[in-house]
Structure formats: structure tokens, C-alpha cells
């Protein structure tokens, strides 16, 4: 059994809940900032992942290069040394 303050404030709860349109949904200002902050994180990362791709260096070593030019089985790649 109801009494009559909470049929009051259900008829006032369903009123409001059909006063929304129920087609319409935004992900309003906390969407903007959690989008916002994702994307200056991302751009932080390329930012820092460009500054260390820039410190790799790719050059081969010339002592490798010498070593492995003399046919040492020990300083030769496995493929080579078995190969040989």
C-alpha cells in the first residue's frame, strides 16, 4: 500500500524521466575532457617516442663487420659457421 507522498513523488519522477528525449544522447563535458586529456596523452607519447627514435642509432659496428669479413667460425653468424 502506497501512501500518498510517494505516489506524489513517483507521478513527479515519471513526469520528469519523459521530460528527457530519449533519442537524443550526447556525451556532454566529461566526454569532451576524458577525449581531450586521452588525446594530449597520445600526443605526449608521439612527442616522446620521436625524441628516443631519434637517439637510435642503426650503424653496424666495424669490428663486427672485420671480424666477420676474416671467416673466424667463432665471430661468424651460425647459418655461415655451419655452412662453412
Known sequence: MMSAT??????????LADSFDKDKVTPGILGF?????????VWLLMKSMNRHMGKVDFEEKEAATAASSTGSPASAPKGEAEAG
Not at 510517494?6 to 513526469?15: D, G, I, K
Open 6 to 15: 510517494s505516489t506524489l513523488a513517483l507521478t513527479h519522477f515519471v513526469a
Open 33 to 41: 575532457i576524458v577525449f581531450a586529456v586521452i588525446g594530449g596523452a
